[in-house]
């Protein structure tokens, strides 16, 4: 079985257990490299052609405006197939509730009949948010495991907890 590591990640200042931090790798990445180390597979970051503000604050308002209208960013690359996995890790930080719209930006050009799904999202006291139902939507004829909600500021941490998830999971 073949498992497939997208994902979605913030460097640099980001919220962390009340206060803005200067990470010098996001959270996401880091669970998402925990996951393929566990189970195995390629990885996949998202990335915008458009960088979001280096300003915490700023970045924030931007995906909030990006979210109320459905905005869909350029990426500076493309999954064009996941043909060749049997399990696919959608990894990203709870922004707004969900996945920063750069992911949805991937995930809609990819045909998921097939396929087996499960959501991760590093979050600051949001857990899953609506990321599971919004995945829902978008990965057509897949179906889904049980997601995964990591706090952000135990991601380093969160090795041994997200190894038994994803051998859980596939």
């Not at 880091?30 to 052609?49: M, P, R, S």
């Not at 990965?139 to 380093?156: I, Q, R």
């Amino acid at each position: 079985m073949a498992n497939l590591i997208i994902y979605y990640s913030r460097k640099g200042e980001n919220y962390v257990n009340g206060r803005v931090e200067n990470l010098a790798k996001g959270n996401t990445e880091i669970v998402a490299e925990f996951i393929q180390k566990a189970v195995g597979g390629d990885l996949f970051e998202i990335e915008t052609v458009k960088e979001y503000s280096a300003d915490y604050y700023e970045c924030i308002d931007d995906a909030k405006a990006e979210l109320r209208v459905g905005v869909r960013p350029e990426l500076k690359k493309y999954l064009d197939s996941i043909d060749g996995y049997d399990n696919i890790f959608v990894c990203g930080p709870c922004w707004w509730g969900t996945f920063p719209m750069a992911v949805f930006t991937q995930l809609e050009k990819l045909n998921w009949s097939g396929k087996k799904v499960m959501a991760v999202m590093t979050h600051e006291g949001s857990g899953l948010g609506s990321c599971e139902r919004d995945l829902k939507k978008i990965c057509a004829g897949a179906s889904f495991g049980k997601g995964l909600a990591v706090h952000g500021a135990d991601a380093a941490k969160s090795e041994k907890t997200v190894a038994s998830w994803a051998k859980k999971s596939v």
